[in-house]
């Protein structure tokens, strides 16, 4: 499991935080491949280049006033349990 990389020019033009999701996805399969798979976890791996890559992603989000779209996908996950079922709203799956 890991991520497929594009070549630059076509990630360049994808997004303005690929240079921020590639640093994630080579730190992700860095861990993956050199620690997961042998028994490690460390909770505190890759972390600050996620943070950086979300916090790029929100604000791109914004400068297109697309945010809202962040906030009903949460909407949208929160009323689902582990398995995808609905739940209703004690939390129980319906």
């Given at each position: 499991m890991g991520f497929k990389k594009r070549s630059s020019s076509t990630t360049a033009?994808?997004?303005?935080?690929?240079?921020?999701?590639?640093?994630?996805?080579?730190?992700?399969?860095?861990?993956?491949?050199?620690?997961?798979?042998?028994?490690?976890?460390?909770?505190?791996?890759?972390i600050s280049e996620w943070d950086k890559y979300r916090a790029?992603?929100?604000?791109?989000?914004?400068?297109?006033?697309?945010?809202?779209?962040?906030l009903e996908d949460a909407v949208v996950y929160s009323s689902k349990d582990n398995s995808g079922h609905p739940v209703n709203a004690d939390g129980v799956s319906q």
């Open positions: 033009n994808a997004s303005p935080c690929a240079h921020l999701r590639a640093a994630y996805n080579d730190c992700f399969n860095r861990w993956y491949a050199e620690k997961f798979t042998k028994g490690q976890w460390d909770k505190e791996e890759c790029c992603l929100i604000q791109h989000l914004e400068d297109k006033q697309l945010s809202r779209l962040l």
